[in-house]
């Protein structure tokens, strides 16, 4: 008699999330350079105004960070496709480590130059666009497809966690002395640099030998969005919502000023975007088992209407904090959303110059959405700037919810090869339900950004590093 064939070996069973030691070491680093990136974009500020007493210097440093980080940008995400993706992150880190670290050494010597902050400012920018899409990849780029959903969701945690404990820090530190929260940066930094030093993961061409994905332009992470129905139509959506939230936070904070309302209270209520945002991750492997990206896209966009409205309401600051915590709470499922439809879709040898794109794109949207609303408040009052706001975000999302791409959009299943590609059209893929995460929410996913990336309405995608 013949024997029977053996049954083939089962498949070995994936190390839980927690005990991937590359993840959780990359992760703590990356979680250490989100907390120093927050606090020194607290504290800059403080220390330009201290030093100058000018609210246009201090608001200086934020728009050559930005502008900075705008202009490298898109080289940032072709470097990431093209270079040794660990030795990138591991010289940007340096690069802040030292530019934040020459503050405090600045200042034991005298009041530092405004050149040499703004120069600072400059660098930082320049290190988001150079490590952002590279930490990006790298964290994910350690854990098997099937645990990917988990793993973006813990690194929300890193982004709203720091969104969210990083202002405060900055203003007790400053307290404490004008140096030491650039020191706190300078060692969040430091910590960020061990972790790449220790961290070995992979990045497209391991050998140094130029592939098939260094034949396309640095602006093919444009074309690929621009080629893809669902994710042109998705980011559509995002740099609306990005528009409308950086639009927001300027007649909110008159409102609540002219309503008496102090500073205190002004941040408490701000800072409802970021606790709902925290609250939000342990609902993301429910809410992409319930719908398809395009109806949890417009879902979250959809709620994130009356939240302008809210301070017109009676209430004052509870009633802001409690709007934008609720639309807060969806902010996490849609940067893993963005993240998944992006890593399901586009080869890796493309994904730094998509991420970069998809940066761009959104980061551009935030200063027009502020400069917007200083235009309309020179001629009318917060009442009608806030009503204007809600009705704008209204008219668009109604253009967008009649559109079959997003309403019938379904979740990507396959993740495409790795190898080098040419520019892809990443069409939306066809399938069943949206694959849910291995096993429930736990502690250590429910635990992350950072955002785009990355807070107030406006950080829904926000550039996350």
């Given at each position: 008699?013949?024997?029977?064939?053996?049954?083939?070996?089962?498949?070995?069973?994936?190390?839980?999330?927690?005990?991937?030691?590359?993840?959780?070491?990359?992760?703590?680093?990356?979680?250490?350079?989100?907390?120093?990136?927050?606090?020194?974009?607290?504290?800059?500020?403080?220390?330009?105004?201290?030093?100058?007493?000018?609210?246009?210097?201090?608001?200086?440093?934020?728009?050559?960070?930005?502008?900075?980080?705008?202009?490298?940008?898109?080289?940032?995400?072709?470097?990431?496709?093209?270079?040794?993706?660990?030795?990138?992150?591991?010289?940007?880190?340096?690069?802040?480590?030292?530019?934040?670290?020459?503050?405090?050494?600045?200042?034991?010597?005298g009041p530092p130059n405004l050149a040499h902050l703004l120069l600072v400012a400059a660098v930082i920018g320049a290190t988001i666009a150079y490590s952002g899409p590279v930490r990006l990849l790298a964290l994910r780029s350690?854990?098997?497809?099937?645990?990917?959903?988990?793993?973006?969701?813990?690194?929300?945690?890193?982004?709203?966690?720091?969104?969210?404990?990083?202002?405060?820090?900055?203003?007790?530190?400053?307290?404490?002395?004008?140096?030491?929260?650039?020191?706190?940066?300078?060692?969040?930094?430091?910590?960020?640099?061990?972790?790449?030093?220790?961290?070995?993961?992979?990045?497209?061409?391991?050998?140094?030998?130029?592939?098939?994905?260094?034949?396309?332009?640095?602006?093919?992470?444009?074309?690929?969005?621009?080629?893809?129905?669902?994710?042109?139509?998705?980011?559509?959506?995002?740099?609306?919502?990005?528009?409308?939230?950086?639009?927001?936070?300027?007649?909110?904070?008159?409102?609540?000023?002219?309503?008496?309302?102090?500073?205190?209270?002004?941040?408490?209520?701000?800072?409802?975007?970021?606790?709902?945002?925290?609250?939000?991750?342990?609902?993301?492997?429910?809410?992409?088992?319930?719908?398809?990206?395009?109806?949890?896209?417009?879902?979250?966009?959809?709620?994130?209407?009356?939240?302008?409205?809210?301070?017109?309401?009676?209430?004052?600051?509870?009633?802001?904090?409690?709007?934008?915590?609720?639309?807060?709470?969806?902010?996490?499922?849609?940067?893993?959303?963005?993240?998944?439809?992006?890593?399901?879709?586009?080869?890796?040898?493309?994904?730094?110059?998509?991420?970069?794109?998809?940066?761009?794109?959104?980061?551009?949207?935030?200063?027009?959405?502020?400069?917007?609303?200083?235009?309309?408040?020179?001629?009318?009052?917060?009442?009608?700037?806030?009503?204007?706001?809600?009705?704008?975000?209204?008219?668009?999302?109604?253009?967008?919810?009649?559109?079959?791409?997003?309403?019938?959009?379904?979740?990507?299943?396959?993740?495409?090869?790795?190898?080098?590609?040419?520019?892809?059209?990443?069409?939306?893929?066809?399938?069943?339900?949206?694959?849910?995460?291995?096993?429930?929410?736990?502690?250590?996913?429910?635990?992350?950004?950072?955002?785009?990336?990355?807070?107030?309405?406006?950080?829904?995608?926000?550039?996350?590093?």
């Amino acid at each position: 008699m013949t024997p029977a064939p053996a049954p083939p070996p089962a498949p070995p069973a994936l190390v839980p999330l927690r005990r991937n030691l590359r993840f959780q070491a990359l992760w703590a680093g990356q979680a250490s350079a989100t907390l120093g990136m927050v606090i020194g974009d607290t504290a800059f500020p403080l220390l330009v105004l201290a030093l100058t007493g000018s609210s246009t210097s201090a608001g200086a440093f934020g728009a050559v960070q930005m502008v900075a980080a705008l202009l490298l940008g898109v080289h940032g995400g072709a470097v990431a496709d093209r270079a040794n993706r660990r030795r990138v992150l591991i010289a940007a880190d340096t690069a802040r480590l030292l530019a934040l670290a020459s503050v405090p050494v600045a200042l034991a010597f005298g009041p530092p130059n405004l050149a040499h902050l703004l120069l600072v400012a400059a660098v930082i920018g320049a290190t988001i666009a150079y490590s952002g899409p590279v930490r990006l990849l790298a964290l994910r780029s350690v854990v098997p497809p099937e645990q990917l959903s988990q793993a973006l969701t813990q690194d929300e945690a890193r982004m709203s966690g720091a969104a969210l404990a990083g202002p405060p820090l900055a203003g007790f530190l400053f307290g404490l002395g004008h140096a030491v929260p650039f020191l706190g940066a300078a060692l969040a930094s430091l910590l960020a640099v061990t972790a790449a030093v220790a961290v070995r993961f992979p990045s497209p061409h391991e050998s140094g030998a130029p592939g098939e994905g260094d034949r396309g332009s640095a602006l093919a992470g444009f074309r690929v969005l621009a080629a893809s129905p669902l994710l042109r139509n998705a980011l559509a959506v995002l740099l609306v919502i990005n528009l409308a939230g950086a639009a927001l936070l300027l007649p909110v904070m008159v409102l609540l000023r002219e309503h008496g309302t102090g500073s205190a209270g002004i941040g408490l209520a701000l800072a409802g975007e970021a606790v709902g945002a925290l609250a939000g991750t342990a609902l993301v492997a429910r809410l992409h088992r319930l719908a398809g990206p395009g109806v949890l896209l417009l879902g979250v966009a959809w709620s994130a209407v009356p939240v302008p409205l809210a301070p017109l309401l009676p209430g004052g600051a509870p009633t802001v904090f409690a709007a934008l915590f609720v639309y807060g709470a969806g902010v996490p499922t849609l940067r893993v959303m963005l993240d998944l439809l992006v890593f399901r879709q586009v080869p890796d040898a493309l994904r730094g110059r998509v991420i970069a794109a998809t940066m761009t794109l959104l980061t551009a949207g935030m200063p027009a959405g502020t400069f917007a609303t200083g235009l309309l408040l020179d001629h009318s009052s917060p009442t009608t700037a806030l009503a204007a706001i809600s009705a704008v975000l209204a008219a668009a999302l109604l253009a967008a919810t009649v559109s079959r791409t997003l309403r019938h959009a379904t979740w990507p299943t396959d993740e495409p090869a790795t190898g080098p590609a040419e520019e892809p059209t990443a069409e939306p893929t066809a399938g069943p339900a949206p694959e849910p995460a291995p096993g429930p929410t736990t502690g250590s996913t429910a635990g992350s950004t950072a955002g785009s990336t990355a807070g107030s309405a406006a950080r829904s995608s926000a550039p996350r590093d």
